[in-house]
Every structure is written in C-alpha cells, then in structure tokens.
C-alpha cells in the first residue's frame, strides 16, 4: 500500500528528523546495505563523507551480505596529480598513480578519517582506488550524477570479490571443523589423533588458544559419549 497506518506516504526514503522537527532525506531504502551480521548501512551518507575530500570524485560503498563494508574511490584525477607531482610522485599513468603506496596512504588516512564519525558496523574496513573516471556515457552515474550501484558493481565484480575472498577460506575451514568433528562422532580418527588434527584446524581457522580449547573440549565430550541434538548442538563447540 501506498500509505502506512499512520496515514504516511510511503517513499522509500530514508530519512533523519533533526532537533528543530525538520525532514532531511539522506539515502533511498532499496540501497540499504546488509550486513551478514543483520546490520543495516546507508551508503549515500558515507560516500559524502569521503566526497568532502577534495581528492575524491566518487566513491561507493560495497558489503551487502559480507561482514563488513568496503569502499570504491575515485580519486579526482584533477587534484590528484598535481598533489602528486608536488611532492615528487612520477606515475605514467593513473593506474599507476592509483597503486603508488604514498598516494594508497593518502586515501587511508582519509578513510580513516572518516571511520571516526561511522558506529563501528559501519566503517570502512578495505578499499581500493578506481583509476576510471566514472560518468554517464559510460554507465556508472545517471543523468543526475547518481550512482547506478548495479552497473558498477557488474563491472567491478572480481574487484569487490578480493575484498572478501578470505570470507569464504573462513567458510572452508568452519567445513573443515565439521567434518573432523563428524568423524569423532562415528568413532574414526582415534581419540588422540582427532584433537590433534581438531585443534591444528581451529588455530589456522583463526580462534583464539582459549577458543580452540573450547572446540577440543566440545570434541572430548563427543568422544566420551555425548552426542548432539542437532547440527546447533554440533557447532556449540
């Protein structure tokens, strides 16, 4: 419907009523991003934040589903290299030029900036810099300069995907713990070699010593007897 209960309209806006009661609209509900964690982020509001920088043109903001968000800049080629060329930074090309490590620097400390105004589910955790202009003939903004999220996200897919490939070597190795665990469960590897082979997965699955120590824990129970009620049970440890 149209309008809510209340009699609202419904716009598909997002919106901020300030202290004075007035209404400013700051991003559209379609574009919401979320989190794997369930946490809702509103692009727009970020990517301005980093446009105050004289030295971004563009910027949007990528991790819908992913753990954390992710960051496409473009720098403003038109600042850029002449902030380059003052202090001795020699590029032949802007791709170049967007891969130099002092420049890379430059747009962290930026981005870092940034970070100090976003609650912490919405900081930038990686971003990379785009060295193609983005514009309307070649389809990354519409005739009123906004971003088409789609577009750029086909065209920057493997991109985007470097920014959260080790999401899925963490998956990988969560399988790896189920498995072993599985195995412990119907008797095979032998007690001693199971906790062995269980804690040396865990440790480069990234847990902590006291964590791994709670999955070895959990994997002597099954080994004593105890079994599990269901696949939440299984993975309680």
Same mark, same amino acid.
């Given at each position: 419907?149209?309008?809510?209960?209340?009699?609202?309209?419904?716009?598909?806006?997002?919106?901020?009523?300030?202290?004075?009661?007035?209404?400013?609209?700051?991003?559209?509900?379609?574009?919401?991003?979320?989190?794997?964690?369930?946490?809702?982020?509103?692009?727009?509001? %970020?990517?301005?934040?980093?446009?105050?920088?004289?030295?971004?043109?563009?910027?949007?903001?990528?991790?819908?589903?992913?753990?954390?968000?992710?960051?496409?800049?473009?720098? $403003?080629?038109?600042?850029?290299?002449?902030?380059?060329?003052?202090?001795? %930074?020699?590029?032949?090309?802007?791709?170049?030029?967007?891969?130099?490590? #002092?420049?890379?620097?430059?747009? #962290?400390?930026?981005?870092?900036?940034? $970070?100090?105004?976003?609650? $912490?589910?919405?900081?930038?955790?990686?971003?990379?810099?785009?060295? !193609?202009?983005?514009?309307?003939?070649?389809?990354?903004?519409?005739?009123?300069?906004?971003?088409?999220?789609?577009?750029?996200?086909?065209?920057?897919?493997?991109?985007?995907?470097?920014?959260?490939?080790?999401?899925?070597?963490? #998956?990988?190795?969560?399988?790896?713990?189920?498995?072993?665990?599985?195995?412990?469960?119907?008797?095979?590897?032998?007690?001693?070699?199971?906790?062995?082979?269980?804690? #040396?997965?865990?440790?480069?699955?990234?847990?902590?010593?006291?964590?791994?120590?709670?999955?070895?824990?959990?994997?002597?129970?099954?080994? !004593?007897?105890?079994?599990?009620?269901?696949?939440?049970?299984?993975?309680?440890?």
């Amino acid at each position: 419907a149209p309008f809510d209960a209340e009699g609202w309209f419904r716009t598909g806006d997002i919106g901020h009523i300030d202290a004075d009661g007035f209404l400013s609209i700051t991003d559209r509900k379609k574009e919401l991003l979320k989190t794997s964690g369930g946490k809702l982020i509103a692009p727009q509001p %970020i990517e301005n934040k980093l446009k105050t920088s004289y030295l971004v043109a563009h910027a949007a903001l990528v991790g819908d589903r992913h753990k954390f968000a992710s960051a496409l800049i473009v720098p $403003n080629f038109a600042a850029l290299e002449p902030w380059a060329r003052e202090r001795g %930074i020699a590029a032949d090309s802007r791709q170049e030029l967007a891969e130099h490590p #002092q420049v890379r620097l430059q747009y #962290q400390v930026l981005v870092e900036q940034v $970070n100090t105004t976003l609650a $912490n589910f919405e900081t930038i955790k990686r971003f990379r810099l785009v060295a !193609e202009e983005w514009g309307i003939e070649s389809g990354e903004l519409t005739p009123s300069l906004k971003l088409r999220r789609r577009i750029i996200h086909q065209k920057y897919a493997a991109m985007i995907a470097e920014f959260y490939a080790d999401e899925a070597t963490a #998956q990988h190795r969560i399988e790896a713990i189920r498995g072993l665990t599985r195995r412990a469960l119907g008797g095979q590897p032998t007690a001693e070699a199971a906790f062995d082979s269980l804690g #040396q997965v865990a440790m480069e699955a990234g847990l902590t010593e006291a964590k791994t120590d709670d999955v070895i824990a959990g994997f002597k129970l099954a080994a !004593e007897g105890w079994r599990p009620r269901s696949e939440a049970d299984l993975m309680r440890y």
